[in-house]
């Protein structure tokens, strides 16, 4: 398991057939960005995209959007990612990776790509959390480039 994030000890007590205990004390890390090999996390949303949020109630746009993600662990240390939004003139996909480089460091890397009706763009991220005794440090770069857009912009640009 990767040394990165919150860690501790566990007490692991084993009790055999004939009633003798043994007892080990092991050092456990976590690490809540990767999902062990074969797991599936996903999520999906479609609906009508609220509009001027935290100033007018039921303001809705009168078009329907959606977006689905999905999170797959390929192995214990290698965790991939995918994105898709479409609506609004949007149409947006994406995917990830994330894996741990050494003991205590975790490493996110993303590239998407979408198609507005201004044109087309796309978005590099990556980003990184690594451990030093009590302290953890994180980190991230992005950037877009061209014509990029997604659901929250054009959502925002609508609510004008």
């Known amino acids: 398991m990767p040394v990165v994030g919150n860690g501790g000890q566990a007490r692991v007590v084993i009790r055999d057939a004939s009633g003798r205990i043994s007892e ?3 050092s456990f890390y976590t690490a809540p960005l990767l999902l062990r090999q074969g797991l599936l996390d996903f999520s ?4 009508f995209p609220r509009r001027n949020f935290g100033t007018y109630s039921f303001d809705y746009q009168t078009d329907i959007a959606a977006s689905g993600s999905a999170r797959y662990g390929w192995s214990d240390n290698l965790t991939l990612e995918g994105h898709v939004e ?8 994406g995917a990830g990776a994330i894996f741990p480089v050494g003991l205590t460091t975790l ?4 590239l998407s790509g979408s198609h507005t009706e201004d044109g087309s763009g796309v978005r590099l991220f990556s ?3 690594t451990r030093w005794g009590g302290i953890t440090l994180t980190g991230s770069l992005e950037g877009s480039f061209g014509r990029y857009g997604d659901l929250a912009a054009a959502t925002s640009i609508a609510s004008q």
């Open 44 to 47: 999906l949303e479609a609906g």
């Open 127 to 129: 980003g990184f959390e």
């Open 86 to 93: 479409a609506g609004l003139g949007v149409l947006n996909a």
């Open 107 to 110: 490493v996110n890397l993303a």
């Open 24 to 26: 080990t004390t092991t």
